[in-house]
């Protein structure tokens, strides 16, 4: 015989017990009492991880006194696997129920609960449509739907739902609330989605947070302009920066996880500040932060260049030379500078248009030697007569004859000796030593001391010595 065991709390016997019924009728209640109890059972008080509503097969009376079944648990792997937090284990399991039971609410609640366990709104909202569906009437199916679908930030459709819900229970004035609350959440989300798109237009490097004073009542509107001062004689710490208006300082710039806004900067990471800089106020984001861009000058921005080149963040260094150039297109050292980082990205044709901008043949010269085109080189330095340019690319197209005839006519010329020190480097380096020793003559031939020279071309003889003779 198989009964239905019903967790209830409306009978004598005990507060929370469980009824025992045959079809719809109830015949009694599981033993909850030691003297009412048979040895090898169960009281229902211990009996917690049973379902609200399960079934029984009856076994024996035994010793004339006791009626003993035997509980039919289907859910007891399941719940198992839910207490060992084993959630896609409890679902297989409960699909597997499903299959001969598949409108049994107990299992879709169940199935439900461990999807949300493991944020897999999509699925717990498609539990919720197959809840609806067998029992439209209950209405913290549809609530928690709408709750399901505002947390995947699909408010239309949680909107949708609850009016789905107010059509089939009018007088409840809690969906209406609902409604309007769900509304002004889309609204939330919207405006922060706008926020966002803004304060993504910016370089988190130009942006901070500023955490108020406790007795501090600003009104922030936006284009509000802060001094920003580096101080250390102050209660929230060593080495901060503080926030005025004005002469009143009203706050500090965030400087912790929990302060920052995620869009902005924290304070230990603007070492690159000077002593004093200004601010302008963005927005109050999220009704959370309130977000300030700092104002760069020219020093700041080459600072801030110097930092991004030490940490390989090209792209931002380049936008520093690039604030600097609009405000003055002929800064010829954030050109240079800007010049010298695209060569090393290889960016060739964004470099020469650099060194156009100066005038810079010598530049120009450079990057065409990195490029390979020699030719080109050769104009730029011919262009302003750089016999040690010239030179310098006539060795690396292998014209010796002619290399060393513009380094004779070096002689005598400012900083010659280094040019022709260099001349003679490279050429040992191409294994022209010959060459390289007439070079280096030529500057001895003015500074017979000097050491470096000297040096080299003992180095060179050497080398000259090695090839001739062998090792």
């Known amino acids: 015989m198989k009964v239905t065991l019903k967790k209830d709390s409306d009978n ?16 009694g209640f599981v033993a909850n009492r030691v003297a009412s109890n048979c040895r090898l059972t169960t009281l229902a008080c211990l009996l917690k991880n049973i379902p609200d509503v399960c079934h029984a097969e009856y076994l024996m009376k035994y010793d004339d006194n006791y009626h003993i079944a035997w509980i039919i648990n289907k859910l007891k792997p399941v719940n198992d696997y839910i207490s060992e937090k084993e959630y ?20 879709w609640t169940i199935k439900c609960s461990c999807y949300e366990k493991l944020n897999q709104y999509d699925d717990v909202d498609n539990c919720y449509d197959k809840l609806i569906e067998l029992d439209s009437n209950n209405i913290g199916y549809w609530k928690s739907k709408a709750s399901n679908l505002t947390e995947m930030k699909r408010f239309d459709e949680a909107t949708e739902c609850l009016k789905k819900a107010s059509a089939i229970f009018p007088n409840n004035s809690s969906l209406k609330t609902l409604i309007r609350e769900t509304l002004k959440l889309k609204g939330k989300h919207e405006l922060k989605l706008k926020q966002e798109k803004i304060l993504n237009s910016y370089s988190k490097d130009d942006l901070i947070t500023i955490v108020e004073l406790d007795d501090s009542d600003v009104d922030f509107k936006e284009k509000m302009e802060f001094k920003l001062i580096k101080e250390s004689d102050n209660i929230y710490g060593m080495n901060v920066i503080a926030v005025y208006l004005d002469a009143n300082k009203i706050g500090y710039v965030a400087n912790g996880d929990n302060a ?15 002593e004093i800089t ?17 104002i760069k000058d020219r020093y700041i921005n080459l600072r801030l260049a110097n930092r991004h080149k030490r940490k390989g963040e090209y792209s931002k260094a380049l936008d520093c030379y690039n604030e600097v150039l609009e405000l003055n297109p002929d800064d010829e050292y954030s050109l240079e500078r800007k010049a010298e980082l695209l060569c090393s990205l290889k960016r060739w044709d964004e470099a020469l248009k650099c060194y156009d901008m100066m005038g810079d043949w010598s530049g120009k010269a450079s990057v065409f030697i990195e490029m390979g085109n020699y030719e080109d080189a050769f104009n730029c330095y011919d262009a302003i007569d750089d016999l040690y340019g010239k030179a310098i690319v006539l060795v690396h197209i292998g014209r010796y004859e002619e290399a060393l005839e513009c380094c004779g006519k070096l002689v005598g010329s400012l900083g010659y000796v280094r040019n022709l020190r ?24 003015e500074y017979p001391n000097e050491h470096s020279v000297l040096s080299l071309k003992e180095y060179a003889l050497s080398c000259l010595e090695e090839e001739i003779f062998g090792g």
Do not use: Q
Not at 88 to 107: F, G, Q, S
């Open 422 to 445: 260099e001349i003679g480097r490279l050429l040992i380096d191409l294994e022209r030593y010959d060459e390289a020793i007439e070079c280096l003559d030529m500057a001895l031939s």
């Open 278 to 294: 200004y601010a302008k106020y963005i927005m109050n984001y999220c009704d959370s932060y309130h977000v300030a861009k700092i």
């Open 260 to 274: 920052t806004c995620e869009f902005t900067t924290d304070a230990n990471d603007i070492e690159y500040l000077p």
């Open 12 to 27: 004598k016997k005990a507060v929370d017990a469980i009824g025992v019924y045959l079809d719809n009728n109830k015949i």
């Open 88 to 107: 896609n284990k409890a679902i297989i399991y409960i699909d597997h129920l499903l299959i001969t039971e598949h409108d049994n609410i107990d299992y």
